[in-house]
């Protein structure tokens, strides 16, 4: 089993695995994300651990030794990536499984099990042309300063969306545009969902413009532009300008 067919196959089986959890019935709702995270996250561990064992390991849900720093190899995994989502029974929260080479989202799977999908690295397909007017992904519940303030100078329309994944999937499904996040995140809230980006041939950066680099000792990742490439330069100068202006 490649890579890819790995990730693909360990992040619709954690879908499955979550979907089932949340249907027993067993858990309140407060209790269910928690429930949640850490079945997924203890089946992705060890199935990581057993398929690959000489790769290093990240989870959000996995207290970090550091042995993952001396390794070329990382996978990069969120359980459930919008666990508020997930509790409501929403369809916007995704399960990551990525493997970052060298610091560089390479690999990667996205489930979007409440949609019955997964978007992989390794079966890129062309991504539909921008809308008129673009469309903006946000938080729903805490939209970024900059991506609003961006917005308004496109003429772009605000779409609001749970998870980082679930957006980051709309742009490469063609269902929004630009996703610009400055509020915050870490690397498994962008590895896997960067390299299925990437693989289709979007741009991808920090809001900086420069590259997004994982397997760092201090995870906090806070920032990111997914878009499409005719798109890229215009956008980081706007956010630039704005910057600026604050």
């Known amino acids: 089993m490649t890579d890819a067919e790995l990730a693909a196959h360990l ?3 954690a879908g499955r695995i979550l979907l089932e959890v949340r249907e027993s019935g067993v858990f309140s709702a407060k209790a269910l994300g928690k429930a949640g995270d850490q079945t997924a996250n ?3 561990v060890h199935a990581i651990r057993e398929a690959r064992p000489d790769d290093g390991l990240l989870s959000e849900e996995m207290k970090c030794d550091g042995e993952r720093l001396g390794k070329s190899r990382v996978w990069i995994v969120d359980p459930v990536d919008g666990t508020r989502e997930y509790g409501e029974a929403r369809q916007d929260w995704a399960v990551h499984v990525g493997l970052t080479i060298d610091g560089v989202a390479t690999v990667g799977a996205v489930a979007l099990p409440g949609a019955g999908m997964v978007l992989r690295s390794d079966q890129p397909q062309a991504v539909p042309a ?30 609001p969306m749970g998870s980082a994944g679930a957006k980051a999937m709309a742009v490469v499904r063609g269902e929004a545009d630009i996703y610009l996040h400055s509020g915050g995140q870490f690397e ?24 997004l680099v994982y ?16 798109l890229a330069a215009q956008i980081l100068s706007l956010i630039t300008e704005t910057k600026a202006a604050a």
């Open 11 to 13: 992040a619709e089986t």
């Open 130 to 159: 921008p809308g008129s007017p673009l469309r903006m992904l946000v938080s729903r519940t805490r939209p970024a300063a900059e991506a609003v303030s961006v917005a308004e100078r496109l003429g772009a329309t605000l779409v």
């Open 42 to 44: 203890q089946f992705l």
């Open 188 to 211: 498994w809230d962008s590895a896997a969902p960067v390299a299925v980006a990437l693989a289709h041939g979007l741009h991808c950066s920090r809001i900086d413009g420069s590259p």
């Open 215 to 230: 397997n760092q000792e201090d995870t906090y990742l806070p920032d990111l532009l997914i878009c499409p490439k005719p």
